[in-house]
């Protein structure tokens, strides 16, 4: 069965600091996409970022970039330079057809 | 505009009285899929819809049935609602089931059952 982690419950960063938030995952599947969503207080879920498990880069978008390594099946996201519009919490999702695994969250608040 | 809407934002209900959420997308996207949301469980999937009349059972389907008449539609039916299925309700929808595909979510449904 799929299964996502997110070990962090909550983390803290500076502003204008990077942070890494953790996601390993367990899949039997070869094909796979792995997803990181930003949820704010507001509670909508916003879409921030896709790795397919078959790409040879690492994606990025903007300030957020995923550290996937397949070997050791994490998705890792990474925030550069952290603004205090950041603080939310942050889900690691996993999709293999029609089936999708969310992690557990992490709550992530910048400090200034 | 490009959205998921989710219908009615908030409801308070009595046990075994039956509920419908309803969801609808407006972006002709074949995949719909629906969640609750529980603290520390993250999001977990109720039911999802490859295409019109395809339905499958996601992580924790027991309580709820859902159709897909239509391909902007899929709403989510609480027979006889119990108080563990007090949550907050996501539905979301993107435009294929393959898996790089992104998500659209609807802005939640927050149930309580009492």
């Known amino acids: 069965a799929q299964k996502i982690t997110q070990t962090q419950p909550g983390m803290f960063v500076q502003e204008k600091e990077a942070v890494t938030l953790d996601c390993t995952y367990d899949t039997s599947d070869p094909s796979y996409g792995l997803f990181w969503y930003k949820q704010p207080s507001s509670g909508e879920m916003i879409f921030l970022i896709y790795q397919g498990s078959y790409d040879q880069q690492n994606a990025t978008e903007g300030r957020y970039s995923l550290n996937f390594q397949k070997a050791r099946k994490s998705a890792n996201l990474v925030i550069s330079a952290s603004q205090l519009g950041d603080s939310a919490m942050y889900f690691c999702?996993?999709?293999?057809?029609?089936?999708?695994?969310f992690g557990a969250g992490t709550r992530l608040t910048v400090k200034p | 505009e490009a959205q998921v809407t989710q219908n009615p934002r908030y409801l308070i209900t009595v046990t075994g009285k039956k509920l419908t959420v309803t969801c609808s997308q407006n972006?002709?996207?074949?995949?719909m899929s629906w969640y609750r949301q529980d603290p520390g469980l993250g999001l977990r999937q109720i039911y999802y819809s490859m295409n019109v009349e395809v339905t499958d059972k996601g992580d924790v389907p027991e309580g709820y049935k859902v159709s897909r008449k239509e391909k902007r539609n899929f709403p989510l039916i609480l027979e006889s609602p119990s108080p563990n299925q007090t949550s907050l309700y996501f539905c979301?929808?993107?435009?294929?089931?393959?898996?790089?595909?992104?998500?659209?979510f609807g802005p939640g449904t927050r149930l309580t059952v009492t």
């Open positions: 999702a996993m999709s293999s057809l029609g089936d999708m695994r």
């Open positions: 972006m002709n996207h074949e995949y």
């Open positions: 979301a929808s993107s435009l294929r089931a393959a898996s790089s595909y992104e998500q659209y």
